[in-house]
């Protein structure tokens, strides 16, 4: 047990790496008869207990990382005070479109029947959403299609969303920020977000799009500004 055993040395807990069944059959091969569920009594008596693995350790850790949520505050509050629009966008996840099953659930007479299996040959099509949060409303909205998460998709998405409630809300404005993770669609990296901002949004409704990307996995890199003039 010595070379699998692990353990916390502040609270005193400690886990074993072999199953109860593994232990019991190691026991039996030097004659000590004794069953699985005997060993996790004996376990527990002996202040082990089960544990599973927990993503805890940061890596490629930036020294930098305080600043880059203290820049993108800063926006934020420039934004603010000039009364300037301001929305988080993030790609969701692809669904399935037909009689699936889906997490949630609703006051009815009774169950609402689906598929039993989830087979894509049984979908009418793949939904990709696309969010949009518009922080200082505290209103949401989410674009659905029907083909790619792409940068033009996403664009396409920003411009939907101001037409249809953003301009309505805000009126004319000379500015809109834009906070956004650093891959997929809307990646830092990729040039064809860059330009389906500038012909999308820029040059349609005359204004300037500000965006700052979350650095990777929120923990290193740099706060990203990227200015599309109109």
Request: aromatic share 4%; net charge positive; charged share 35%.
């Given at each position: 047990m010595e070379h699998d055993t692990a353990g916390d040395p502040i609270t005193g807990l400690k886990w074993t790496r072999k199953t109860t069944e593994k232990i019991a059959a190691v026991l039996q091969e030097i004659d000590i008869p004794v069953s699985a569920n005997t060993v996790a009594r004996l376990l527990y008596q002996m202040n082990f207990s089960l544990r599973v693995n927990r993503k805890q350790i940061a890596t490629n850790s930036s020294p930098y990382r305080d600043q880059q949520f203290q820049h993108i505050g800063?926006?934020?509050?420039?934004?603010?005070?000039?009364?300037?629009?301001?929305?988080?966008?993030?790609?969701?996840?692809?669904?399935?479109?037909g009689n699936f099953k889906n997490a949630g659930a609703k006051w009815d007479r009774s169950p609402v029947a689906v598929n039993d299996h989830d087979f894509g040959s049984d979908a009418s099509g793949v939904g990709i959403s696309y969010g949009i949060y518009d922080e200082p409303h505290n209103r949401g909205a989410v674009c659905v299609g029907t083909s790619h998460d792409t940068p033009a998709f996403a664009a396409h998405s920003i411009a939907t969303w101001w037409k249809r409630e953003g301009l309505r809300r805000w009126g004319p404005v000379p500015k809109l920020l834009v906070l956004a993770d650093s891959g997929g669609s809307n990646s830092c990296r990729s040039w064809a977000w860059k330009t389906e901002v500038q012909a999308q949004l820029c040059n349609a409704f005359g204004f300037t799009v500000m965006i700052a990307h979350y650095p990777c996995r929120n923990s290193r890199g740099f706060w990203i500004r990227r200015e599309s003039k109109a």
């Open positions: 800063s926006l934020r509050t420039r934004f603010q005070r000039q009364g300037l629009p301001i929305i988080s966008v993030d790609s969701k996840k692809r669904e399935l479109i």
